[in-house]
Every structure is written in structure tokens, then in C-alpha cells.
């Protein structure tokens, strides 16, 4: 893998080649990351060879089970920039079903509910762990009962259903 877009931090903020802020100087900005660990990170990503910027990106919590649909229901938590300011956004997507379409074939149907969204700098930790304690304990629990229908009932109760799309 190309080195060449890896750059030393300075001793101002991280900035890559195109002039462009690294995810590591907004948050290194917003007090979320300390220099130091800016630079083990960067150290990390040369020894491996791996660009960690495109991993931190988007983490998921991906369902594969099998069993009453549930294959790609997921808790996503997404960085993205949106008027210039670096964002975070948690996200459940789930299938809600397949469609037949007659001209291209089998669609799958999914809703997105945006759990939380907000500027990087803004960031409410103690928020979020409720969030992801209230969401991963009723996912858990339509688990257990083997019932998919709860954790469903409680997004659609509990969160704002934002974006229906097909796949």
C-alpha cells in the first residue's frame, strides 16, 4: 500500500497533502484525542501499512443471523462532514422485507432511524451510552425471546424513522 499520503503531525494540526484538516486535527481540536495518541496512531498506520483514517470513518454493529430476517440489521456510527464541520451520527438500519420490481429483479427494502446526531465538538458521551445501552438491550432482548418485532417496535416508538431506500 502507497505511503505517500502519510504525513508526520506538526507540531500545529494534522493536515495531509491536499491541504485538507485530518479527522485526527478536528479531533484532536474538539479535546477527543491528545496529540501523543495522534502520533501512535500515525506510527500504527505506517507499521501496517494501513490507512486508519478510512477505517474510523464508519463503525458497525452488523446482525448476521439468519433466523426471522434479521441478516443486515445494524447500529452504524458514522463520521461525516457536512457545512465544513466534522459530524457523528448513530444510526439502526434494518430490512423491513423484499420487493419484486419487473424490470430488475428482488429489492431489499430498508428504514434507517438516526439515533443521534451532532458536531464532533458537541459530542455527549454520557448521550450516547444510553443510546447504545437502550438500543443493544432491546436488540438483545428480541434475541432472546426470538422475536424480531421488539426491537423493531421499540425503534419505531422510540427514534425517528429518517430514510426508507431499496438495495
Known amino acids: 500500500m502507497a505511503q505517500n499520503n502519510i504525513i508526520p503531525a506538526a507540531a500545529g494540526s494534522v ?11 478536528i479531533l484532536i481540536d474538539a479535546g477527543k ?10 506510527r500504527l498506520q505506517r507499521d501496517l501499512g494501513v490507512n486508519l483514517a478510512g477505517i474510523a470513518l464508519a463503525l458497525q454493529l452488523i446482525d ?13 456510527c458514522v463520521y461525516y462532514e457536512a457545512d465544513g464541520h466534522a459530524r457523528l451520527k448513530v444510526i439502526f438500519e434494518y430490512c423491513e422485507g423484499e420487493h419484486y420490481y419487473k424490470y430488475s429483479g428482488w429489492k431489499r427494502l430498508w428504514s434507517q432511524h438516526t439515533l443521534y446526531d451532532s458536531s464532533v465538538d458537541r ?25 424480531r418485532d421488539l426491537v423493531l417496535r421499540h425503534m419505531k416508538k422510540a ?7 431499496n438495495q
Open 15 to 25: 493536515v495531509s497533502k491536499r491541504g485538507e484538516r485530518s479527522i485526527g486535527a
Open 33 to 42: 484525542l491528545t496529540p501523543e495518541d495522534a502520533e501512535r496512531i500515525l
Open 64 to 76: 448476521r443471523t439468519q433466523d426471522q430476517g434479521r441478516s443486515g440489521d445494524a447500529l452504524k
Open 123 to 147: 459530542v455527549d458521551m454520557a448521550e450516547l451510552r444510553k443510546i447504545f445501552g437502550d438500543v443493544v438491550r432491546a436488540w438483545f432482548e428480541s434475541h432472546l425471546r426470538r422475536n
Open 159 to 165: 427514534y425517528e424513522r429518517v430514510e426508507t431506500f
